[in-house]
């Protein structure tokens, strides 16, 4: 039976680069003989102005019948002033509750060729290969209750021990791949619920003796990772922390544009770029593509269990990035600055070349 992946190519520049991602997911899967299926729903804004809901039921079923889910972006100017649960961002967090997607991964990898276009010195990031690992269903954005009046607002941020006992695993797992370090970022010295996020870590991390464990505020950390980005292996942290965080990743590899994440649960996934939708470039055919597609190859990793296919499209990426072909967001007078599908076509261009050389033993990294 086919692989089954449902399309949420959503808002703004989300069906340009979704479009891009589809072409090397494809691509990819007829070379290694994996047989997909692909439907587009809507999702987002645009679902909202054609249903009246930025999530419609028949979406949601979609999703839930499907191996992986790939989204585009979600979310502009047009919809800012409806109501919360009407917004397309409330979708999003709708579809990641209802599909379990407890654990938000976000690689933040310096790739050589664009050690310039960050804006921290080279020698600070150079080198910077690190995972957040982010809560993603629970704590501060689903806590009840919530709400505000006139003289006051409020939020209530709540783990229950399984939620922390479940993403701190996973954190360790990838650690025992990797450097066999992890970094729990918390507030532990003004919150309650960061003590008990603590407290459960430590915990977990008894049964994984080989791995380091380092606590760190929230507020240091984010020090840290401008400060020295390398010192990081894999970050575990909470919904709203990890937000910030990964944020924060994001600009010291030169671009959000260039971030893929995977939000996995116990039965369903979900694969993104970490950017938004960027009405203001949306249909000028010059957005960056690179996130979408490798968020492509994290599914082939995750989902497919294929590595050396998700392997391969980094290579392809990196290898484009050397050449020196950048999109407008990255580039600069010196590079060849290529639009959306052109950059597609090339990363498919040296993903054939970097696959044939592989096949004949000459491949070099």
């Given at each position: 039976?086919?692989?089954?992946?449902?399309?949420?190519?959503?808002?703004?520049?989300g069906?340009?680069?979704t479009?891009?991602?589809?072409?090397v997911?494809?691509?990819?899967?007829?070379?290694?003989?994996v047989?997909?299926?692909?439907?587009?729903?809507?999702?987002?804004?645009?679902?909202?102005?054609?249903?009246?809901t930025?999530?419609?039921?028949?979406t949601?079923?979609a999703?839930?019948?499907?191996?992986?889910?790939?989204?585009?972006?979600?979310?502009?100017?047009k919809?800012?002033?409806?109501?919360?649960?009407?917004k397309p961002?409330?979708?999003?967090?709708?579809?990641?509750?209802?599909?379990?997607?407890?654990?938000?991964?976000?690689?933040?990898?310096?790739?050589?060729?664009?050690?310039?276009?960050?804006?921290?010195k080279?020698?600070?990031?150079?080198?910077t290969?690190f995972?957040v690992?982010?809560?993603l269903?629970?704590?501060?954005y689903?806590?009840?209750?919530?709400g505000?009046?006139?003289?006051?607002?409020?939020?209530?941020?709540?783990?229950?021990?399984?939620?922390?006992?479940?993403?701190?695993?996973m954190?360790?797992?990838?650690?025992?791949?990797?450097?066999?370090?992890?970094?729990?970022?918390?507030?532990?010295?003004v919150?309650?619920?960061?003590?008990?996020?603590?407290?459960?870590?430590?915990?977990?991390?008894?049964?994984y003796p080989?791995?380091?464990?380092?606590?760190m505020y929230?507020?240091?950390?984010?020090m840290?990772?401008v400060?020295?980005?390398?010192?990081?292996?894999?970050i575990?942290?909470?919904?709203l922390?990890?937000?910030?965080i990964?944020?924060?990743?994001?600009?010291?590899?030169?671009?959000?544009?260039?971030l893929?994440?995977?939000?996995?649960?116990?039965?369903?996934?979900l694969?993104?770029?970490?950017?938004?939708?960027?009405?203001?470039?949306?249909?000028?055919?010059?957005a960056?593509?690179?996130?979408?597609?490798?968020?492509?190859a994290?599914m082939?990793?995750h989902?497919?269990?294929?590595?050396?296919?998700a392997?391969l499209?980094?290579?392809?990426?990196?290898?484009?990035?050397?050449?020196?072909y950048?999109?407008?967001?990255?580039?600069?007078?010196?590079?060849?600055?290529?639009?959306?599908?052109?950059?597609?076509?090339?990363?498919?261009?040296?993903?054939e070349?970097?696959?044939?050389?592989?096949?004949?033993?000459?491949?070099?990294?």
């Amino acid at each position: 039976m086919p692989q089954k992946i449902i399309l949420l190519p959503g808002d703004g520049i989300g069906p340009e680069v979704t479009e891009a991602a589809v072409s090397v997911l494809t691509y990819v899967a007829n070379k290694f003989n994996v047989d997909i299926s692909t439907k587009e729903k809507l999702f987002g804004g645009v679902s909202y102005d054609k249903f009246g809901t930025p999530l419609t039921q028949e979406t949601l079923q979609a999703c839930y019948d499907s191996d992986a889910v790939l989204l585009g972006a979600v979310g502009g100017y047009k919809w800012e002033t409806l109501p919360h649960h009407l917004k397309p961002e409330a979708a999003l967090l709708k579809l990641r509750k209802s599909l379990g997607l407890f654990t938000n991964i976000r690689p933040a990898r310096v790739y050589p060729a664009l050690i310039d276009s960050s804006s921290l010195k080279k020698e600070v990031i150079k080198g910077t290969d690190f995972i957040v690992f982010r809560e993603l269903t629970g704590g501060i954005y689903f806590g009840e209750p919530r709400g505000y009046d006139e003289d006051k607002g409020w939020n209530t941020m709540i783990y229950t021990k399984f939620e922390i006992e479940r993403i701190t695993r996973m954190a360790f797992e990838a650690a025992s791949k990797r450097k066999h370090v992890v970094t729990s970022v918390d507030k532990a010295n003004v919150l309650e619920c960061s003590q008990f996020w603590r407290k459960v870590v430590e915990e977990v991390a008894n049964n994984y003796p080989t791995i380091e464990l380092k606590n760190m505020y929230v507020d240091n950390a984010a020090m840290q990772i401008v400060r020295d980005p390398k010192q990081f292996d894999v970050i575990l942290t909470s919904n709203l922390f990890g937000d910030i965080i990964s944020d924060i990743s994001g600009m010291i590899t030169g671009s959000l544009g260039m971030l893929p994440s995977a939000s996995l649960g116990s039965s369903y996934a979900l694969y993104e770029p970490v950017h938004g939708s960027a009405p203001d470039i949306c249909g000028q055919n010059i957005a960056n593509p690179i996130a979408s597609i490798a968020s492509v190859a994290m599914m082939f990793e995750h989902t497919f269990d294929m590595h050396k296919a998700a392997e391969l499209i980094f290579n392809a990426i990196e290898r484009t990035l050397d050449e020196g072909y950048r999109t407008a967001d990255i580039g600069n007078e010196e590079n060849n600055i290529v639009g959306t599908t052109e950059m597609t076509k090339i990363i498919i261009q040296k993903f054939e070349e970097i696959y044939n050389e592989q096949a004949l033993g000459v491949f070099t990294l």
